[in-house]
T-cell receptor, first 119, second 112 residues
Framework: AQKITQTQPGMFVQEKEAVTLDCTYDTSDQSYGLFWYKQPSSGEMIFLIYQGSYDEQNATEGRYSLNFQKARKSANLVISASQLGDSAMYFCAMREGRKASGGSYIPTFGRGTSLIVHP | DTAVSQTPKYLVTQMGNDKSIKCEQNLGHDTMYWYKQDSKKFLKIMFSYNNKELIINETVPNRFSPKSPDKAHLNLHINSLELGDSAVYFC???????????FGPGTRLTVL
């Protein structure tokens, strides 16, 4: 079973509108972290936002916010006031409480959502 | 200032050759990773090193051999390259226990 599910392979949004990119996750750990990364057409992976499982407030970073619904195991990314430069692939990722030897968490990525912002 | 750097950025080679990709980070992180991103953009972890010790070794052909000479470097050597090895390879680093990963720019490997 996939640990991170992004059900929207592609999304379109009008410039200046808000858009929500879905992410659901599967874990039995109590302590875990959720991340969103952006990958523009140039290829680099850019960290956007992080939410810890014990954080009570939804994470926000500028125009990005993470709608964390723990009971539903969802961690949707909301981009407000979309810009043309937001067109990119977006990846949801999770690090679970299970550690590999050496104490590092093993990360899992979703398959990504391609966002296109129209002028 | 570059945080995680990879060389080369592009690598085009013939099937059967041996090639290496180098990765360096100047963030003071103690954990480094190699990921493979296929043509469908699926990102899969291959290896992880913590303080020069291999801690994650996913199901990867043993033609792939990582080497970490020190905490700031993690190189990937690939023997007998195959067509299916064509992909973008990302190096990343993090602090142990944090999960925050910073990625390098990627190396696009094309095997002809």
């Amino acid at each position: 079973a996939q640990k991170i599910t992004q059900t929207q392979p592609g999304m379109f949004v009008q410039e200046k509108e808000a858009v929500t990119l879905d992410c659901t996750y599967d874990t039995s750990d109590q302590s875990y972290g959720l991340f969103w990364y952006k990958q523009p057409s140039s290829g680099e992976m850019i960290f956007l936002i992080y939410q810890g499982s014990y954080d009570e407030q939804n994470a926000t970073e500028g125009r990005y916010s993470l709608n964390f619904q723990k009971a539903r195991k969802s961690a949707n990314l909301v981009i407000s006031a979309s810009q043309l430069g937001d067109s990119a692939m977006y990846f949801c990722a999770m690090r679970e409480g299970r550690k590999a030897s050496g104490g590092s968490y093993i990360p899992t990525f979703g398959r990504g959502t391609s966002l296109i912002v129209h002028p | 200032d570059t945080a995680v750097s990879q060389t080369p950025k592009y690598l085009v080679t013939q099937m059967g050759n041996d090639k290496s990709i180098k990765c360096e980070q100047n963030l003071g992180h103690d954990t480094m990773y190699w990921y493979k991103q296929d043509s469908k953009k699926f990102l899969k972890i291959m290896f992880s090193y913590n303080n020069k010790e291999l801690i994650i070794n996913e199901t990867v052909p043993n033609r792939f051999s990582p080497k970490s000479p020190d905490k700031a470097h993690l190189n990937l050597h690939i023997n007998s390259l195959e067509l299916g090895d064509s992909a973008v390879y990302f190096c990343a680093s993090s602090l142990k226990g944090s999960g925050f990963q910073f990625f390098g720019p990627g190396t696009r490997l094309t095997v002809l």
